[in-house]
């Protein structure tokens, strides 16, 4: 890495994206923390960037919000000549239930979070990036994308979709020196997987474990560094072994 860079991480409050906010700031980015509602969440992750020695600055907004996106990312170009070079598309939410019962707002809530959120996120940041040539984009997909999952026809959706605005953008920026890549995990330790039925889960992975959010952040960092350079439109699957 030659200038210092910033890297813009959504969902970044909790769970994978504050993991991989803090694998990013270790890295030597200064890491842009984006989030909806929780402050105090936000700050917390912010202070333990802080501490490690690292540069953290808090950027809230609603990603389903394509003004309000606009307008945030706008401000952070303008505000500060490094450039965005990495952006992790990680803001998600989950809403199951099963498919006959599920009221159109859950499926926009889902849809609208992954998909929508990748597009008011992603294209502002790509011309400057193109610009900067060197970018890396990465998205926070699902297993539940690649091999479906029952009660969650929204997410699956949203989340294959995701997988192929990936492998498309990727074709299109390739030449940039921009990749566009996916991690697709499994059952993960975080407030999401909160009331699941973690037996039924187990049983299903051949690891026979949850994975952790560091696992999910490592593969992540590994897509970001200049290790990477010649992998893109690809899709890594963090699920010990699940899909
Ligand atoms: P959490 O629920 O723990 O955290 C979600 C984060 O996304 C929070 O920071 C939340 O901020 C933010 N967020 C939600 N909606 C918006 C929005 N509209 N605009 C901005 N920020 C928003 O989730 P996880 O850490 O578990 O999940 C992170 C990603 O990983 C998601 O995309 C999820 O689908 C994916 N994933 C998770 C798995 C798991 O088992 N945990 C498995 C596979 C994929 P706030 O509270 O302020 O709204």
Redesign the pocket.
């Known amino acids: 890495m030659t200038a210092p860079r910033r890297a813009l991480v959504?969902?970044?409050?909790?769970?994978?994206?504050?993991a991989i906010a803090r694998g990013l700031a270790a890295d030597g980015y200064a890491v842009l923390l984006?989030?909806?509602?929780?402050d105090d969440?936000?700050e917390a992750v912010q202070r333990a960037i802080e501490a490690a020695g690292g540069e953290a600055h808090l950027a809230?907004?609603?990603?389903?919000?394509g003004d309000a996106a606009e307008r945030a990312l706008n401000a952070l170009l303008a505000s500060d000549p490094r450039p965005i070079a990495v952006v992790v598309n990680?803001?998600?939410?989950?809403d199951d239930v099963p498919f006959p019962a599920m009221t159109a707002r859950q499926w926009e809530r889902v849809t609208r979070?992954?998909l929508d959120?990748f597009f008011h996120v992603t294209r502002p940041l790509v011309m400057p990036m193109v610009r900067a040539r060197w970018g890396r984009i990465v998205n926070?997909?699902?297993?539940?994308g690649v091999i479906g999952n029952r009660g969650q026809v929204n997410?699956s959706a949203a989340?294959a979709g995701l997988i192929g605005a990936t492998k498309a953008l990727a074709q299109e920026l390739a030449k940039r020196k921009i990749t566009v890549n996916a991690v697709?995990?499994?059952?993960?330790?975080?407030?999401?997987?909160e009331g699941a039925p973690l037996p039924h889960i187990l049983a299903a992975i051949p690891m026979r474990r949850?994975?952790t959010?560091d696992e999910?952040a490592g593969a992540v960092r590994f897509l970001v560094s200049d290790a990477a350079a010649y992998i893109t439109g690809q899709v890594i699957g963090i699920s010990g072994g699940l899909g």
């Not at 809230?60 to 919000?65: A, I, L």
């Not at 990680?90 to 989950?94: H, I, K, L, P």
């Not at 926070?140 to 539940?144: E, I, K, P």
Request: charge should be neutral.
């Open positions: 959504t969902g970044a409050s909790r769970g994978i994206g504050a984006n989030y909806r509602s929780r969440e936000a809230r907004f609603d990603v389903t919000d990680n803001a998600g939410v989950a979070t992954t959120g926070v997909s699902s297993v539940s997410y989340k697709a995990p499994g059952p993960i330790d975080t407030e999401m997987l949850i994975g959010v999910v």
